[in-house]
T-cell receptor, first 112, second 117 residues
Framework: NAGVTQTPKFQVLKTGQSMTLQCAQDMNHEYMSWYRQDPGMGLRLIHYSVGAGITDQGEVPNGYNVSRSTTEDFPLRLLSAAPSQTSVYFC???????????FGPGTRLTVL | AQTVTQSQPEMSVQEAETVTLSCTYDTSESNYYLFWYKQPPSRQMILVIRQEAYKQQNATENRFSVNFQKAAKSFSLKISDSQLGDTAMYFCAFMKSLSNSGYALNFGKGTSLLVTP
């Protein structure tokens, strides 16, 4: 099992550009989520999904879109990048409520 | 609101010694889960230990153990026989329920632990 994979590992964008951060898991987990990590802070939830076709907003959803067409994939889209979105982004998956969340290796995004 | 507080931004311990990292949380729920995650310089988030609130027995995983005080809403992590590889950022997290049958980890700001030779 590869676990949770994220691409790319690093990305630099200019303000206003759009891009998609990819996340995939091969553990057949129903639950997937996106977090961002900023300096001096713990991870904060952006969006989550409890299964294919079902998504919802987390604590900091503004500027981000998600969709979940398959169990395996949960991409995060930045519609118009802003410097405030400079952060490290983590995708996580879990087999169900209150279970361990398995994290991907993260994507470091810089918006100039 | 459910909050997680880690009052020690940085700590240092010598190899083979024992160190305790503090965490307090605030919740009105009666049943919940608490976690400690480790983030080494590689950036990978690694689960260290998990505690279910309805279990009175403190969780233990090899050199890692917790002191869970439910009434005081305290969840400290003890690392025994510290090793150089324990150097990392440690995050305390509370599992909270969300709408739509969702749930998420609510993290503290972390404690940076340095293990010295």
């Amino acid at each position: 099992n590869a676990g949770v994979t994220q691409t790319p590992k690093f990305q630099v964008l200019k303000t206003g550009q759009s891009m998609t951060l990819q996340c995939a898991q091969d553990m057949n987990h129903e639950y997937m989520s996106w977090y961002r990590q900023d300096p001096g802070m713990g991870l904060r939830l952006i969006h989550y999904s409890v299964g294919a076709g079902i998504t919802d907003q987390g604590e900091v959803p503004n500027g981000y879109n998600v969709s979940r067409s398959t169990t395996e994939d949960f991409p995060l889209r930045l519609l118009s990048a802003a410097p405030s979105q400079t952060s490290v982004y983590f995708c996580a998956s879990s087999p169900g409520s209150y279970n361990e969340q398995f994290f991907g290796p993260g994507t470091r995004l810089t918006v100039l | 609101a459910q909050t997680v507080t880690q009052s020690q931004p940085e700590m240092s311990v010598q190899e083979a010694e024992t160190v305790t990292l503090s965490c307090t949380y605030d919740t009105s729920e009666s049943n919940y889960y608490l976690f400690w995650y480790k983030q080494p310089p590689s950036r990978q988030m690694i689960l260290v230990i998990r505690q279910e609130a309805y279990k009175q027995q403190n969780a233990t995983e090899n050199r890692f153990s917790v002191n869970f005080q439910k009434a005081a809403k305290s969840f400290s992590l003890k690392i025994s026989d510290s090793q150089l590889g324990d150097t990392a950022m440690y995050f305390c997290a509370f599992m909270k329920s969300l709408s739509n049958s969702g749930y998420a980890l609510n993290f503290g700001k972390g404690t940076s632990l340095l293990v010295t030779p």
